[in-house]
T-cell receptor, first 113, second 116 residues
Framework: AQSVSQHNHHVILSEAASLELGCNYS??????LFWYVQYPGQHLQLLLK??????LVKGIKGFEAEFIKSKFSFNLRKPSVQWSDTAEYFC???????????FGTGTRLLVSP | DADVTQTPRNRITKTGKRIMLECSQT?????MYWYRQDPGLGLRLIYY???????NKGEISDGYSVSRQAQAKFSLSLESAIPNQTALYFC???????????????FGPGTRLTVL
């Protein structure tokens, strides 16, 4: 079955630590890829997206993600996290030609000051 | 995102009651979606609609129904609520246009529903 996997369910970091959240998908075709963030008590907001071109995508708030087609991965990174990055992060995939997004189960990030 | 609104924001109800959750958008998007979010399960699609005359089931539509009253309004109903429908419900919209905006979804603030 088609799926999106986020391996880390909970991540705890100190401020200024580097972050990498994993995302893998099982689709074989061309995909569009997204990372969404949900701050405590808020709705989902788009962090960044990949449709085509440069596989290294830069998003808001210093986040970036790299699409590695051979590994079916779209990992999210940030060199130095801040307390305000505490949130839940969702990877989502859309298979080209299909209309729906499929979301991963999310990763809760807690950044301690 | 103030462009997508949901009412109510919180609701507590009892088993067997009928509940309607409403979603309105001012983004002018044709496509609207209903998701539920459960801890550890992420977001799962309940129903989606690509225009007023188009309604489609998502992966977990059992126990739910929807109504697309207008381009801007998409309601989700629980005909007879049960406790395992306790969850956070999100409405989302997207623009069917081409290019990189295609299928980027914009989310409402969510409705926290508790079924006792």
């Amino acid at each position: 079955a088609q799926s999106v996997s986020q391996h880390n369910h909970h991540v705890i970091l100190s401020e200024a630590a580097s972050l990498e959240l994993g995302c893998n998908y099982s689709y074989g075709g061309t995909v569009n890829l997204f990372w969404y963030v949900q701050y405590p008590g808020q709705h989902l907001q788009l962090l960044l997206k990949y449709f085509s071109g440069d596989p290294l995508v830069k998003g808001i708030k210093g986040f970036e993600a790299e699409f590695i087609k051979s590994k079916f991965s779209f990992n999210l990174r940030k060199p130095s996290v801040q307390w305000s990055d505490t949130a839940e992060y969702f990877c989502a995939v859309r298979l080209t030609g299909f209309q729906k997004l499929v979301f991963g189960t999310g990763t809760r990030l807690l950044v301690s000051p | 995102d103030a462009d997508v609104t949901q009412t109510p924001r919180n609701r507590i109800t009892k088993t067997g009651k009928r509940i309607m959750l409403e979603c309105s958008q001012t983004k002018g998007h044709d496509r609207m979606y209903w998701y539920r979010q459960d801890p550890g399960l992420g977001l799962r699609l309940i129903y989606y609609s690509f225009d007023v005359k188009d309604i489609n089931k998502g992966e977990i539509s059992d126990g739910y129904s929807v109504s697309r009253q207008a381009q801007a309004k998409f309601s989700l109903s629980l005909e007879s609520a049960i406790p395992n429908q306790t969850a956070l419900y999100f409405c989302a919209t997207s623009d069917p246009g081409g290019g990189s905006k295609y299928n980027e979804q914009f989310f409402g603030p969510g409705t926290r529903l508790t079924v006792l």
